[in-house]
């Protein structure tokens, strides 16, 4: 069972609608923010030769050991990112409802930064990525059984659709933290704020807690992330605090 803070979640999934497309960008040009860490990481796969030691380990069974213990890291590393997510506060400060899909989009984008950092692990990395990510469509479809006002077949059809978006919104991420700010802002305003944020403020305030956040992470040793859930949130009341 996942040990999650719980969370008011009511009305349906309706409001999760298709990533819409958009041909143009109203967006207030974002300050320079420095906070982005030398070494620029994306959920892109990095592929690694396999040596010797590896092969005879494999031969032997011990990386199968190994493998699991990488999967089993994946499930501990999303709950304890998760349970440190203040639900309430995303809530009232980005003006977001109360809702399921509300709660997908922060949770989201926190799973976005945590594949960004272990992508640059190569094969063990992905396989920790992988059952996040694994983890995270667990915890979906456990919240949407609980909401218990829509049938089996709109329940399915609404998760495909979030799936879908899923996949989007992490090529739209991807190519906003390899490039500048202002790329970032608009990946962000599409899809963390619905195309529905007229507050720059607020769209700044989350392109800052994101580079901040993915600095952090990048400076966590490998052999650190690779051996026990570590990794830890700032708190995004501080960013709002410190900005202005």
């Known amino acids: 069972m996942l040990t999650q803070k719980a969370l008011q979640i009511h009305g349906d999934l309706g409001t999760a609608r298709l990533l819409p497309r958009v041909s143009t960008m109203h967006l207030l ?11 620029r990481t ?7 030769p396999v040596g010797i030691i590896e092969k005879v380990l ?20 999303y709950e304890k990112v998760v349970a440190q997510i203040d639900y309430p506060f995303f809530y009232k400060y980005f003006n977001m409802a109360d809702t399921f899909f509300s709660w997908f989009l922060i ?3 926190h799973v976005w930064m945590i594949m960004v950092r272990y992508m640059a692990e190569g094969n063990a990395g992905k396989i920790v990525r992988n059952n996040i990510v694994a983890t995270l469509w667990q915890d979906t479809n456990a919240r949407a059984e609980n909401l218990g006002t829509i049938t089996e077949k709109l329940k ?4 495909k659709e979030l799936s879908e978006q899923f996949n989007a919104a992490i090529i739209g991420y991807d190519e906003g933290i390899q490039s500048d700010d202002k ?17 720059p403020e607020h769209v700044e305030t989350l392109l800052i807690y994101v580079r901040k956040q993915i600095c952090l992470f990048d400076k966590l ?19 709002c605090k410190h900005q202005y």
């Open 58 to 77: 494999r031969k032997i069974g011990l990386l199968d050991v190994q493998k699991y213990r990488y999967m089993a890291l994946g499930q501990h590393v």
């Open 221 to 239: 040793p490998t052999h650190e992330i690779l051996r026990a859930p570590i990794l830890k949130l700032i708190d995004i009341k501080d960013v």
């Open 29 to 39: 040009k974002p300050k320079s923010i420095h906070t982005t860490s030398v070494h």
């Open 107 to 109: 949770t989201e984008l």
């Open 183 to 199: 790329v970032l802002a608009g990946a962000l305003w599409r899809r963390f704020f619905y195309l529905e944020c007229n507050n």
């Open 42 to 48: 994306s959920t892109i796969e990095v592929v690694r």
């Open 156 to 159: 399915n059809k609404q998760i």
